[in-house]
DNA sequence: TGTACATCAGTGAACGCGCGTTCACTGATGTAC
DNA sequence: TGTACATCAGTGAACGCGCGTTCACTGATGTAC
């Protein structure tokens, strides 16, 4: 069939981009590697000579996720910084937004994979823990403005900040289409009490 | 083979509770119904004796874990109330334990499912989303101690500790054998921050 | 109460199907001279 | 720069396997008289 090494890469790449997509939608064991290549442009033969198993896939998802969504949580908070707006309150705003909460496809992987991780690989467990590692890292650190708070409580700060963020939003989606009215309430009571809270703070 | 109808009705509940177990530790589309009937202590052959279809097995688990953990939180909050200890602090204090967090089997369904019930059979999804409702309803109630909050407030709060609650346990659980010392420390200090805002209530 | 028969929970083999993975093959890309 | 050959990404059929579901059959339970 003759393709350029670049090319390759560049397919390999459409894999993951594939994948991603249909495991967030999905779940990663209804997602068989027949539709995910076929998905990516290719037929399913191929797909061993980018990856050795269902299971390395399913680790570079999930780097390339984590990585991903770490970058834009940096990015959001510079944006905010620049713009002179609390890059934390501006990001509960996006983070319990019904926007986010439709966006499956490319929404927050920590919340999006947190049901599921425990479940995948131990590559993707380890990339998982990683990318929400680096997330309160940034958070703790974004928390830092005009307060008075020391690193240890910022931590805490950030922590609790994080689960309630993630706990919303997981629970928000659980529920949306039984239920779409409590929610919405519990997405938007969520933020506003989240947000209370941070002001306070 | 004869079976009386009082047996076969026990049958039914021993492939939902073998189900139950075998779904909340490995997922809905990793267990097989030869791997689950056998469990329960038959042959699949049967299975559609008790049951239309492997969704509707789903449905009756799912119908089944939401009642029990209703009727456990109620539970709890009663003997709380009678021993004269703050329900809701206590209930906080076990579900952000490191107990609770290894239980899957027979943990709050809430938590354990949050991630799955999206793409869970729409019967599921129902059972599932009146759950959460009962239990923001008992929380709700439970919050009405000696404080001089209203209804609607209560409600906001119910909302956030139930939402803090599940994202704390989510997120602990997802990271717990990648990385337990940050498992640990996001279940110990979610805890303390929301014992801390509770206290504040 | 005893006998004859219908019911239906449970068995185990079988159905078609899609799974993850393997393999012989193709042919443009990349390399060696 | 041009030619000969090796590399290897991609194809598509095939592998064994377990999936959800169906089915003919068994035989104790439950019912009718």
Redesign the pocket.
Known sequence: ????????IE??QSIIAAAEKLFRERGVDA???????KAAG?????????FE???ALVTAVMDKAMENGTNRLVAAIEQSRAAGVDPIKRRVDWYLSSDHRSNINSGCPVSTFAGDVRRLSAGARKSYAEGVASNLDCIADALNGTNKANKRERRKKAISVLSQMVGTLVLSRAMVDADPDLADEILRDGRRQLLLDLAGY
Chains 1, 2 share one sequence.
Request: without cysteine; aromatic residues 10%; hydrophobic residues 30%.
């Open positions: 069939v003759g393709v350029s090494r670049q090319q390759a397919n390999r997602v068989g590697l027949t539709e995910l290549t290719f037929t399913q033969g191929g797909f061993y000579n980018h198993s269902k299971d």
